[in-house]
């Protein structure tokens, strides 16, 4: 065994774990980079290469300057945080939890400093000449032309983990595991692509975007080659297996694989599961996680919100049976029925809610499209839907659902077409939301309506016509200059 160095350098033994992976396949051609970092941990009395990664960044003061940063992030702290970027901190940089400062910011509700974040993020950091270079990477990965991609690597060795996109950012690696190339997934691996390097601004591996997206067997060649099975700090807040499970379709052999290969089960996968047994012995042992709350990305809804939008009757039965209160909203006002009407869950969701007393609201009526119903409680109320209304945020979950017969009842009746609303922590208008989804039919239609153009949105202070250049969505802005609206 041999000890770090006085001064010991990361970028040297992740080459000598290199050279050290070309040592092993000459007698096993299956090793693994992650093969080779053990060796070199362990050769330097370390339990695993992470715990050498921490140490190293001990002895040289990163975790110092990473505690700093991390601290001033949690307390809100713009400008001692700006400090820390300006002295170098990358903003990529992950806490112990796998939270970037962005992240941090986007959960505390601290808009300067995560738009500070982001900004840094999405700034270009590398040549014209490279960026190029890192373009062809991407393409050939995604495309799977393996001669192309091994020839670009050959080229090009140092931008294999680089972050190549527009507003949203990504490796090669993230970009093969997504459409399951697999020769190049496993040509990645072979030339030591970084398994852990995060996607911007999902702060995702490419783990996270095989179980979501790829075949099983992108999931096995990953996992194999030592992806982190559990993947924390992801921007969604419900590691590799939540993104298996909660964000699109519950893809169950995923999810058992990841269990059988060490991935920790959590609450709302256990859901999303309808592992009963489980979700039962989880809220036994810890009560309060009756009234735990996702992230802002999934409208911090509670437990008995993501069984309806997942649409299993029996988790709701359970979650009811266990004590979930029935008229708790999300950030968007909604309760559980809502939601459950909103995804268009099945009619044994909707009963059960009902039968526990969950009241048929305005947004509910709406979605579930019992327009007589709606029209009764209008009468009883008009302003409802009006500038300060308490269901005129009907508008903008119509819009994020794309139900354009919703939004063309809701418009018939009044609501107001121009006022702003809190979603994704964004105070903002229903056209700012239809610029961000790409809905340039329901764009057109609120603007056809009357709905004001100019309205700045109160997070990042940019009216619909900016957030249309930001997004690029040229198109669009162009509906909107004709219609008045200005940046």
């Excluded at 591996?205 to 096995?220: G, I, K, N, Q, S």
């Excluded at 807040?237 to 995923?254: E, F, K, N, P, S």
């Excluded at 802002?296 to 919100?305: G, K, S, V």
């Excluded at 299993?312 to 999300?330: K, N």
Aim: some cysteine; hydrophobic content about 45%; glycine content about 8%.
């Amino acid at each position: 065994m041999q000890a770090l160095p006085a001064r010991p350098n990361f970028d040297w033994l992740r080459k000598i774990a290199k050279e050290r992976l070309a040592e092993l396949r000459s007698s096993d051609p299956a090793a693994k980079l992650f093969h080779a970092q053990l060796l070199v941990a362990r050769e330097h009395g370390f339990k695993n290469w992470r715990d050498m990664k921490a140490r190293i960044e001990e002895i040289t003061g990163q975790n110092d300057e990473r505690r700093r940063a991390f601290d001033a992030a949690e307390a809100g702290d713009t400008a001692a945080v700006r400090r820390a970027l300006e002295r170098g901190f990358d903003p990529a940089t992950a806490n112990a939890d796998g939270r970037t400062i962005y992240q941090i910011a986007k959960e505390k509700g601290f808009g300067d400093i995560e738009i500070l974040a982001r900004d840094l993020q999405q700034r270009p950091r590398a040549s014209e000449t490279e960026a190029e270079a890192l373009r062809g990477i991407v393409r050939a990965a995604q495309a799977g032309d393996v001669p192309k991609l091994a020839a670009l690597l050959d080229a090009h060795p140092d931008l294999i983990d680089g972050l190549a996109g527009g507003l949203s950012k990504a490796t090669a690696l993230h970009l093969a595991a997504l459409r399951s190339q697999h020769d190049a997934v496993r040509l990645l691996i072979e030339r030591g692509a970084s398994l852990d390097k995060r996607d911007f601004p999902d702060n995702a591996a490419p783990l996270h975007f095989a179980a979501a997206h790829a075949d099983l067997e992108t999931v096995r060649l990953l996992v194999e080659a030592g992806a982190d099975v559990d993947g924390k700090g992801d921007d969604y807040g419900v590691g590799v297996i939540g993104w298996a499970t909660c964000l699109r379709q519950v893809r169950t052999d995923v999810a058992e694989y990841l269990l059988a290969h060490g991935a920790a089960l959590n609450l709302w996968s256990a859901i999303a599961l309808d592992r009963e047994t489980d979700v039962r012995r989880m809220i036994e042992a810890e009560p309060s996680l009756l009234a735990a709350r996702m992230s802002r990305n999934l409208h911090r809804r509670t437990p008995l919100h993501h069984a309806a939008a997942k649409n299993r009757a029996r988790m709701v039965r359970l979650l009811l049976e266990l004590g979930a209160g029935v008229r708790a909203t999300d950030a968007t006002g909604a309760t559980a029925l809502t939601t459950a009407s909103q995804e268009n869950a099945d009619a044994e969701v909707i009963d059960a809610l009902l039968a526990a007393g969950a009241p048929l609201d305005f947004l509910t009526a709406i979605n579930l499209g019992r327009y007589r119903e709606a029209e009764a409680m209008l009468r009883e109320d008009p302003s409802r839907i009006g500038p300060d209304g308490g269901d005129t945020i009907a508008l903008h979950l119509a819009v994020n659902k794309r139900n354009a017969t919703a939004v063309r009842w809701l418009i018939a009746h009044g609501v107001d077409v121009s006022a702003k609303r809190m979603m994704w922590d964004c105070n903002h208008t229903a056209l700012h939301m239809c610029v961000e989804s790409g809905a340039e039919d329901l764009l057109r239609l609120l603007l056809d309506a009357g709905a004001d153009p100019t309205i700045e949105d109160d997070k990042f202070h940019s009216t619909v016509l900016g957030w249309a250049r930001y997004f690029g969505r040229d198109e669009m802005a162009k509906v909107i200059e004709a219609h008045g609206g200005h940046a």
